[in-house]
């Protein structure tokens, strides 16, 4: 199977290239297999917390776990989608998601918002709205492990996929199943379309996913920053929860960018 596997930091143009064509990257051995371990158990008290049955999505985990806060800037990462988008653009949400042991099989759909659909702002092609960074928290190396389904290149696609299809959840010759070790991070554009894989184990999958967007959208996984979080977290995790200083509204003038490390930022 083919796999747009990309390397650890800066967007190279092979993988600009790659992601798209596919609309999407997969970066392995993100995380150590400790850290993961430390993010998994940190991902089981959040639904523990939470109190979810069946499949589970609970936001904000990062404001209370400094092991899933510590992935929102994870330097193999962010630099791709600084790579991808710029200096600006904050960090939209944060969810952890559990799929239960002998989880069936997802339904098909493009991420983006009922309320407003992303195919409305862009023709021919659905614009990159919402770039999602998917950290695998459990072990994913094989088929029927809660798998992430995409249909590569779908995100280019001038017609819908066929509303039967998605009604009956049904296969297509090109599927990709992403299968990847745990501390693997999926890279994918809001466009593609995609699904959560059956999972025949007896244990619970989890996977937290960091969703980046331009500054001017709002954020959803919280209607306010938390102000706790806000005064304990570092400078450049503040500009991404959209803490910074407007010269100008609605975004009419250029704002500073983020403080990263590398001498480029404000």
Known sequence: MLNPVASHGALTDTERFMFESWGYLIIPDVLSAEEAQQCLEASVRIHREAKTEGFGQVGRGYESEPALERLMDHPAV?????????????????????????????GWHQDGSGAYNFNKLSFPFIPLVQLRASFLLTDQSQPRMGNMELIPGSHRSQVPLPEALRKEKGDLPIGHVICAKAGSVLLFHNAVWHRTYAHDGDYDRYTMHYIYSPPWVKPSDRLQNSPSFLERTTPLRRALMGEFSRPDAPYGANYDPPPFDDGNGA
């Open 78 to 106: 962010l630099p791709k989608i600084r790579g991808l988008y710029g200096d600006r653009f904050i960090m939209q949400s944060g969810w952890n998601t559990k799929q239960p042991a002998f989880g069936g099989m997802g």
